[in-house]
């Protein structure tokens, strides 16, 4: 009798964070292939079946079991307050790296200056919950309604306030409204089910893709710079490098010079190269990393 094949089923966002989702599960190593607009997609890896589903319902189904793995902010998670199990927390939204805030803003031109000022007003989200229990922190009793998306536009006209989602604030500024208050800082959270867990096989293939994507999302950060050195100049050069590293050293051919070697932080490179040069490095070249395990 033919063994039923093992899957693991993994939910991925729909939505405003999809195409960077995808990018890091190819950086991963994990392809994935789709006509557009498909909702279910196929890997190469042939116990993954991966299907896209709004950020908002992925708690809900992992809850359930109806998904053993998934990724969403941990907005939705607290929104939802499913009863899920975190495995790893990546900070990346929509344009890269970091995280989103839930913010609450009101009109330029509104006298309501802080969220005290919001006594008795009305406010339109997306996260009625969260909401909710933040102004239940700050004592602050206000009537709190559903928003289905263009929240922006519903300041000043339909609700004295609103609760977005944001990376920057350019959206919420563009629409002449100004922040009083950040209620959430928000990051991407790769979630599983309780049962998924306890199942030994799962609990293996989840910890591989979450090793896998941490990787690929180490990798964002940093870059490898390759450099050749006169060992007289060693000292210098290792007095300029990031703490962080040991460098790799090797012997050139040419007697007393060497090859460096050394993993850096992306937002130093600019920086940390021209220092180098004057330092006595030579050969200097920058290269890109896809997967990096520490």
Avoid at 129 to 136: A, G, N, P
């Amino acid at each position: 009798m033919k063994t039923k094949e093992k899957k693991l089923v993994i939910g991925l966002p729909k939505g405003s964070l999809e195409e960077t989702t995808k990018r890091l599960f190819q950086k991963a190593g994990i392809n994935l292939y789709g006509k557009p607009r498909a909702y279910y997609l196929v890997s190469d890896d042939t116990e993954l079946e991966i299907m896209l589903i709004r950020a908002q319902e992925i708690p809900g189904y992992i809850e359930s079991g109806s998904l053993d793995l998934g990724l969403t902010g941990q907005d939705w998670i607290m929104e939802t307050g499913a009863r899920v199990k975190e495995v790893a927390e990546f900070s990346y939204a929509k344009s890269g790296l970091g995280a989103v805030q839930l913010v609450l803003a009101v009109p330029e031109e509104s006298g309501i200056k802080s969220v005290k000022d919001l006594e008795g007003k009305r406010i339109a989200t997306e996260l009625v919950r969260v909401t909710r229990d933040y102004l239940r922190r700050k004592g602050v009793k206000a009537e709190v309604e559903f928003s289905w998306g263009a929240t922006e536009i519903k300041a000043g006209k339909l609700c004295d306030a609103i609760a977005e989602l944001t990376e920057s604030g350019a959206t919420i500024r563009a629409h002449n409204l100004k922040i009083i208050d950040t209620i959430l800082t928000s990051t991407t959270r790769l979630i599983a089910n309780p049962k998924s867990l306890a199942d030994p096989w799962k609990k293996k293939k989840i910890e591989y893709v979450s090793l896998l994507l941490r990787a690929a999302l180490n990798a964002e950060e940093l870059v490898g710079l390759k450099l050749n050195a006169n060992e007289i100049n060693l000292k210098k050069i290792f007095g300029v490098l990031p703490a962080l590293k040991r460098p790799t050293i090797s012997k050139l051919t040419e007697p007393g010079w060497c090859a460096v070697e050394v993993i850096c932080k992306r937002d130093e490179v600019t920086s940390l190269i021209p220092k180098l040069k004057k330092a006595g490095a030579e050969g200097i070249v920058e290269y890109p990393l896809n997967r990096v395990v520490f």
